[in-house]
Nanobody, 123 residues
Framework: VQLQAFGGGLVQAGDSLRLSCAASGLTFNNYVMGWFRQAPGKEREFVAAISRGGRTTYYAGSVKGRFTVSRDNAKNTVYLQMNSLKPEDTAVYYC?????????????????WGQGTQLTVSS
Protein backbone atom coordinates (compact mmCIF):
# COMPACT_ATOMS: atom_id res chain seq x y z
CA VAL A 1 0.00 0.00 0.00
CA GLN A 2 1.28 3.44 -0.89
CA LEU A 3 -0.17 6.84 -0.14
CA GLN A 4 1.62 9.67 -1.87
CA ALA A 5 0.79 13.19 -0.72
CA PHE A 6 1.89 16.14 -2.77
CA GLY A 7 1.07 19.76 -3.49
CA GLY A 8 2.64 21.46 -0.50
CA GLY A 9 4.82 24.50 -0.77
CA LEU A 10 5.53 28.01 0.43
CA VAL A 11 2.60 30.42 0.24
CA GLN A 12 1.56 33.70 1.81
CA ALA A 13 -1.16 34.22 4.35
CA GLY A 14 -4.51 34.43 2.64
CA ASP A 15 -3.49 32.26 -0.29
CA SER A 16 -5.08 29.00 -1.36
CA LEU A 17 -3.51 25.64 -2.09
CA ARG A 18 -4.74 22.15 -2.87
CA LEU A 19 -3.08 19.03 -1.57
CA SER A 20 -3.55 15.70 -3.27
CA CYS A 21 -2.97 12.17 -2.06
CA ALA A 22 -2.79 9.33 -4.53
CA ALA A 23 -3.39 5.83 -3.18
CA SER A 24 -2.30 2.51 -4.62
CA GLY A 25 -2.27 -1.08 -3.47
CA LEU A 26 -5.61 -0.93 -1.69
CA THR A 27 -9.29 -0.90 -2.58
CA PHE A 28 -9.62 2.84 -2.21
CA ASN A 29 -13.36 3.07 -1.77
CA ASN A 30 -13.18 0.67 1.17
CA TYR A 31 -11.35 3.28 3.21
CA VAL A 32 -12.21 6.45 5.02
CA MET A 33 -9.53 8.95 4.09
CA GLY A 34 -8.12 11.48 6.50
CA TRP A 35 -5.74 14.40 6.55
CA PHE A 36 -3.58 15.13 9.56
CA ARG A 37 -0.82 17.65 10.17
CA GLN A 38 2.13 18.06 12.46
CA ALA A 39 3.80 21.37 13.16
CA PRO A 40 7.34 21.60 14.57
CA GLY A 41 7.35 20.81 18.25
CA LYS A 42 3.69 19.88 18.29
CA GLU A 43 1.74 16.65 18.26
CA ARG A 44 0.06 15.40 15.15
CA GLU A 45 -3.48 16.68 14.85
CA PHE A 46 -6.55 15.79 12.87
CA VAL A 47 -7.48 18.12 10.02
CA ALA A 48 -10.24 16.50 7.97
CA ALA A 49 -11.72 13.18 6.95
CA ILE A 50 -14.11 11.95 4.29
CA SER A 51 -16.31 8.88 4.19
CA ARG A 52 -15.91 6.08 1.69
CA GLY A 53 -18.48 7.40 -0.72
CA GLY A 54 -17.53 11.02 -0.14
CA ARG A 55 -20.88 12.13 1.20
CA THR A 56 -19.79 12.78 4.76
CA THR A 57 -16.93 14.99 5.82
CA TYR A 58 -15.42 15.94 9.16
CA TYR A 59 -13.24 18.90 10.03
CA ALA A 60 -11.19 20.19 12.90
CA GLY A 61 -12.59 23.39 14.29
CA SER A 62 -9.47 25.30 13.33
CA VAL A 63 -9.97 24.63 9.61
CA LYS A 64 -13.73 24.39 9.28
CA GLY A 65 -14.99 26.86 6.72
CA ARG A 66 -11.55 27.27 5.17
CA PHE A 67 -10.59 23.71 4.15
CA THR A 68 -12.55 21.28 2.03
CA VAL A 69 -11.81 17.58 1.74
CA SER A 70 -12.99 15.64 -1.30
CA ARG A 71 -12.20 12.40 -3.08
CA ASP A 72 -12.32 10.89 -6.54
CA ASN A 73 -12.72 7.15 -6.14
CA ALA A 74 -12.19 6.61 -9.86
CA LYS A 75 -8.72 8.16 -9.50
CA ASN A 76 -7.93 6.72 -6.05
CA THR A 77 -7.19 10.24 -4.91
CA VAL A 78 -8.20 12.41 -1.98
CA TYR A 79 -7.84 16.18 -1.97
CA LEU A 80 -7.59 18.93 0.59
CA GLN A 81 -8.49 22.36 -0.70
CA MET A 82 -7.11 24.98 1.67
CA ASN A 83 -8.28 28.57 1.46
CA SER A 84 -7.51 31.66 3.54
CA LEU A 85 -4.31 30.08 4.76
CA LYS A 86 -2.78 31.30 7.99
CA PRO A 87 0.76 31.03 9.36
CA GLU A 88 -0.57 28.62 11.99
CA ASP A 89 -1.46 26.20 9.19
CA THR A 90 2.26 25.64 8.65
CA ALA A 91 2.94 21.93 9.13
CA VAL A 92 3.70 18.69 7.41
CA TYR A 93 0.42 17.34 6.08
CA TYR A 94 -0.22 13.62 5.96
CA CYS A 95 -2.94 11.62 4.33
CA UNK A 96 -4.07 8.35 5.86
CA UNK A 97 -6.46 5.50 5.17
CA UNK A 98 -8.83 3.94 7.71
CA UNK A 99 -10.69 0.68 7.18
CA UNK A 100 -12.84 0.81 10.29
CA UNK A 101 -16.09 2.46 11.28
CA UNK A 102 -15.18 4.30 14.45
CA UNK A 103 -14.00 7.81 15.17
CA UNK A 104 -12.10 8.95 12.11
CA UNK A 105 -10.55 11.90 13.93
CA UNK A 106 -8.24 9.57 15.86
CA UNK A 107 -4.99 8.99 14.03
CA UNK A 108 -4.26 5.82 15.97
CA UNK A 109 -7.16 4.13 14.17
CA UNK A 110 -5.70 4.60 10.70
CA UNK A 111 -4.18 1.68 8.86
CA UNK A 112 -1.91 3.37 6.36
CA TRP A 113 -0.07 6.68 6.18
CA GLY A 114 1.57 8.70 3.46
CA GLN A 115 4.96 10.33 3.72
CA GLY A 116 3.74 13.89 4.21
CA THR A 117 4.05 17.12 2.30
CA GLN A 118 5.30 20.38 3.78
CA LEU A 119 3.15 23.49 3.82
CA THR A 120 4.68 26.76 4.93
CA VAL A 121 2.52 29.85 5.21
CA SER A 122 4.36 33.13 5.59
CA SER A 123 2.81 36.17 7.21
Amino acid sequence: VQLQAFGGGLVQAGDSLRLSCAASGLTFNNYVMGWFRQAPGKEREFVAAISRGGRTTYYAGSVKGRFTVSRDNAKNTVYLQMNSLKPEDTAVYYCAAYSGSGDSTQGSRYDYWGQGTQLTVSS
